[in-house]
């Protein structure tokens, strides 16, 4: 049996006087001279939760603080540290924090010293054994198998299946040395990251209960190891013990929509600025509703090789109610058009042969040097997908109206609130829980900017919540507004 050292105890480590020690030292990060941690950061590094759950503004100094608490931990031998994000750009902002100051600065990560470290490996290892490195959850496969002391999971509002890949892939490599997670992020609404929040406070109240004599069931000792944190922009001002001035951030909430300044000053949940698709509640809209056998099934299709395909499958009932009950979104990229194909085939034959429509990109048509196409390649499976050359804005507005879709009177006028102005309106657009990646992209997809810096339509292009939100807008415009078969808009 391998043994470790002594279960990690973040609260007991003298982080504060590490990070102190370097400010004296005239130590830098890759960017800046290392500074004292403010009070805000030090009420995260003193609390004794094993979990901990923080929502800060910007230039709060999550990364750094970070960095801190990764390198106070490696200084003990044979420990182990993981960086985790939802891609290596997001994870690179902390490691590369780490690499500069184990390499340039204290000089241990150097074969010299008897350590090492490779940028693109993204590896750090020390001499006294211990190891950081950094991960992707882009790369599910790499996220399993080791046993770690601490996961600083980095920009985790917006990591899709975040609380299934901890949960699944990232919680058992902290079984076999007790060890401890950070999770740190700006909100983006209230998705997996808001519910991680909700249960550190929680945590934290069961806490205070144990310590004023409750006694707690076995289950609430478990929850007891988590707490959370929110500080704004402002935790990190001169008059709060921070390092920037106030009137920086005042400037910040006045050049800035005032949604815009809620969500990354504030590191408020409800407010979601840059959101592609506001009209989107996972209250109303995320259902158990599942496949219902005398409707038919549609498809949109997203390809895609360097990053993770996507299969939507959907029915719309007679009143024009649209119900997406799975999807197939393997995280891992590198699925080909015919691994798509076979999956929907298997599918079709749970559903009985009911698949109508497939609809997919339209560029699947361009055939590539060999000759053959996206949609050629469907034909050898006899599946043949429909679909026209579709501006972005066009899809977009389909799925914002059917989360939205206005209350009409019997003579088809729309129905207004009694401000005369805002329409009532109720979702026609419905999404079983199960479709995890499609409900991620609708919550946290960003608007793209023009030059100038303004919000247009559409969202950006991330990798990430394009292939689901793609694939819906094929399948709903083609039903909707290309195929015909949606000719005329129902009497509410």
Same mark, same amino acid.
Request: charged share 25%.
């Given at each position: 049996?391998?043994?470790?050292?002594?279960?990690?105890?973040?609260?007991?480590?003298?982080?504060?006087?590490?990070?102190?020690?370097?400010?004296?030292?005239?130590?830098?990060?890759?960017?800046?001279?290392?500074?004292?941690?403010?009070?805000?950061?030090?009420?995260?590094?003193?609390?004794?939760?094993?979990?901990?759950?923080?929502?800060?503004?910007?230039?709060?100094?999550?990364?750094?603080?970070?960095?801190?608490?990764?390198?106070?931990?490696?200084?003990?031998?044979?420990?182990?540290?993981?960086?985790?994000?939802?891609?290596?750009?997001?994870?690179?902002?902390?490691?590369?924090?780490?690499?500069?100051?184990?390499?340039?600065?204290?000089?241990?990560?150097?074969?010299?010293?008897?350590?090492?470290?490779?940028?693109?490996?993204?590896?750090?290892?020390?001499?006294?054994?211990?190891?950081?490195?950094?991960?992707?959850?882009?790369?599910?496969?790499?996220?399993?198998? =080791?046993?770690?002391?601490?996961?600083?999971?980095?920009?985790?509002?917006?990591?899709?299946?975040?609380?299934?890949?901890?949960?699944?892939?990232?919680?058992?490599?902290?079984?076999?040395?007790?060890?401890?997670?950070?999770?740190?992020?700006?909100?983006?609404?209230?998705?997996?990251?808001?519910?991680?929040?909700?249960?550190?406070?929680?945590?934290?109240?069961?806490?205070?209960?144990?310590?004023?004599?409750?006694?707690?069931?076995?289950?609430?000792?478990?929850?007891?190891?988590?707490?959370?944190?929110?500080?704004?922009?402002?935790?990190?001002?001169?008059?709060?013990?921070?390092?920037?001035?106030?009137?920086?951030?005042?400037?910040?909430?006045?050049?800035?929509?005032?949604?815009?300044?809620?969500?990354?000053?504030?590191? =408020?949940?409800?407010?979601?600025?840059?959101?592609?698709?506001?009209?989107?509640?996972?209250?109303?809209?995320?259902?158990?509703?599942?496949?219902?056998?005398?409707?038919?099934?549609?498809?949109?299709?997203?390809?895609?090789?360097?990053?993770?395909?996507?299969?939507?499958?959907?029915?719309?009932?007679?009143?024009?109610?649209?119900?997406?009950?799975?999807?197939?979104?393997?995280?891992?990229?590198?699925?080909?058009?015919?691994?798509?194909?076979?999956?929907?085939?298997?599918?079709?034959?749970?559903?009985?042969?009911?698949?109508?429509?497939?609809?997919?990109?339209?560029?699947?048509?361009?055939?590539?040097?060999?000759?053959?196409?996206?949609?050629?390649?469907?034909?050898?499976?006899?599946?043949?997908?429909?679909?026209?050359?579709?501006?972005?804005?066009?899809?977009?507005?389909?799925?914002?109206?059917?989360?939205?879709?206005?209350?009409?009177?019997?003579?088809?006028?729309?129905?207004?609130?009694?401000?005369?102005?805002?329409?009532?309106?109720?979702?026609?657009?419905?999404?079983?829980?199960?479709?995890?990646?499609?409900?991620?992209?609708?919550?946290?997809?960003?608007?793209?900017?023009?030059?100038?810096?303004?919000?247009?339509?559409?969202?950006?292009?991330?990798?990430?919540?394009?292939?689901?939100?793609?694939?819906?807008?094929?399948?709903?415009?083609?039903?909707?507004?290309?195929?015909?078969?949606?000719?005329?808009?129902?009497?509410?």
């Amino acid at each position: 049996m391998v043994e470790y050292g002594e279960p990690l105890k973040l609260h007991e480590l003298n982080i504060e006087g590490l990070v102190e020690q370097f400010y004296k030292q005239g130590k830098r990060t890759d960017t800046s001279k290392i500074q004292p941690l403010h009070p805000a950061q030090l009420e995260i590094v003193h609390d004794p939760g094993r979990f901990k759950v923080v929502a800060c503004g910007r230039r709060f100094g999550k990364s750094l603080l970070c960095a801190f608490i990764a390198s106070t931990v490696v200084m003990q031998p044979g420990r182990k540290v993981w960086i985790v994000s939802a891609t290596y750009k997001l994870t690179d902002k902390v490691f590369n924090s780490l690499y500069h100051l184990f390499v340039n600065e204290l000089k241990l990560a150097i074969p010299s010293k008897g350590g090492r470290a490779n940028r693109v490996e993204r590896l750090i290892q020390l001499p006294n054994g211990s190891t950081i490195e950094g991960k992707s959850c882009e790369r599910r496969d790499q996220l399993v198998g =080791d046993a770690i002391d601490l996961l600083i999971f980095d920009e985790y509002a917006l990591v899709p299946n975040g609380k299934d890949i901890f949960d699944q892939e990232l919680r058992p490599t902290l079984m076999d040395r007790e060890g401890s997670a950070v999770f740190i992020s700006t909100p983006r609404g209230r998705n997996h990251f808001y519910s991680a929040y909700l249960r550190g406070q929680e945590g934290m109240r069961l806490r205070e209960e144990r310590a004023n004599g409750v006694v707690l069931t076995k289950e609430q000792v478990e929850e007891s190891s988590w707490s959370s944190f929110r500080f704004d922009s402002y935790a990190n001002t001169t008059v709060n013990g921070g390092y920037l001035k106030k009137s920086e951030v005042d400037s910040m909430m006045l050049t800035m929509p005032g949604i815009m300044f809620r969500q990354e000053c504030l590191a =408020d949940f409800t407010a979601i600025a840059d959101t592609a698709f506001p009209e989107f509640e996972s209250k109303e809209q995320v259902t158990d509703w599942d496949f219902q056998p005398q409707l038919p099934v549609d498809v949109g299709m997203d390809f895609n090789y360097q990053t993770p395909c996507t299969t939507l499958y959907l029915q719309i009932d007679p009143n024009m109610n649209i119900l997406v009950f799975d999807e197939y979104h393997p995280l891992e990229a590198h699925k080909s058009v015919h691994e798509q194909a076979q999956q929907m085939l298997h599918m079709d034959h749970q559903f009985k042969k009911a698949i109508r429509f497939v609809a997919a990109d339209k560029s699947g048509e361009q055939k590539a040097l060999d000759g053959r196409s996206a949609w050629l390649d469907l034909e050898d499976y006899d599946i043949f997908a429909v679909g026209k050359k579709q501006k972005i804005e066009t899809g977009c507005d389909l799925i914002r109206l059917w989360c939205k879709y206005p209350k009409t009177d019997e003579l088809g006028n729309v129905i207004f609130q009694p401000d005369g102005i805002t329409p009532v309106t109720y979702p026609k657009l419905f999404i079983h829980k199960r479709c995890k990646n499609l409900i991620f992209a609708l919550e946290t997809a960003r608007a793209p900017e023009n030059q100038q810096g303004m919000l247009k339509e559409g969202y950006q292009k991330d990798n990430i919540v394009d292939g689901p939100l793609d694939a819906l807008r094929y399948i709903l415009v083609y039903l909707l507004q290309d195929s015909g078969y949606v000719k005329t808009m129902p009497v509410v």
